[in-house]
């Protein structure tokens, strides 16, 4: 049986609380995304967060709840993010080490290169993922 530090009938208290921890870690998040998503999205799905950690806390594992929520809170907003991306984790993490190869062809070369230098690049649906990432609404 769960001890609950909270009053599950006072989800206002904690919001007020702990609201400054959520904007804190929206803000964190934004940092590595997009331009076109809105903070205040991350920070509504990081609310929601809280407040299940708030209903799911229990004292008795000798965890504080600030460190819960912050765990509970980024883990929120990051299943928001994946729940609305329309390309995979694999998409993603096939345009990440594209980018990369990228990245280490020009600091090696220190000039411009042809796509094809990349390995499977020219081919390959994550290149394109990935800077169609950069430039429309896609996270």
């Given at each position: 049986?769960?001890?609950?530090?909270?009053?599950?009938?006072?989800?206002?208290?904690?919001?007020?609380?702990?609201?400054?921890?959520?904007?804190?870690?929206?803000?964190?998040?934004?940092?590595?995304?997009?331009?076109?998503?809105d903070?205040?999205?991350l920070?509504?799905?990081?609310?929601?967060?809280?407040?299940?950690?708030?209903?799911?806390?229990?004292?008795?594992?000798?965890?504080?709840?600030?460190?819960?929520?912050?765990?509970?809170?980024?883990?929120?907003?990051?299943?928001?993010?994946?729940?609305?991306?329309?390309?995979?984790?694999?998409?993603?993490?096939?345009?990440?080490?594209?980018?990369?190869?990228?990245?280490?062809?020009?600091?090696?070369?220190?000039?411009?290169?042809?796509?094809?230098?990349?390995?499977?690049?020219?081919?390959?649906?994550?290149?394109?993922?990935?800077?169609?990432s950069?430039?429309?609404?896609?996270?």
């Open positions: 049986m769960s001890t609950n530090i909270f009053n599950p009938g006072t989800p206002e208290l904690v919001v007020e609380n702990y609201f400054r921890l959520v904007k804190s870690i929206a803000k964190r998040i934004k940092h590595r995304l997009p331009a076109h998503v903070v205040n999205d920070v509504q799905a990081g609310v929601i967060g809280l407040l299940e950690a708030s209903s799911r806390y229990d004292s008795s594992r000798e965890v504080m709840f600030p460190t819960f929520a912050r765990s509970r809170t980024t883990g929120a907003i990051l299943d928001e993010l994946r729940r609305s991306d329309p390309c995979s984790r694999n998409d993603r993490k096939q345009a990440r080490e594209t980018e990369d190869a990228r990245c280490q062809l020009r600091a090696t070369r220190r000039k411009r290169f042809h796509p094809s230098m990349v390995s499977g690049s020219s081919h390959h649906p994550s290149s394109v993922l990935f800077y169609y950069k430039s429309t609404s896609v996270w």
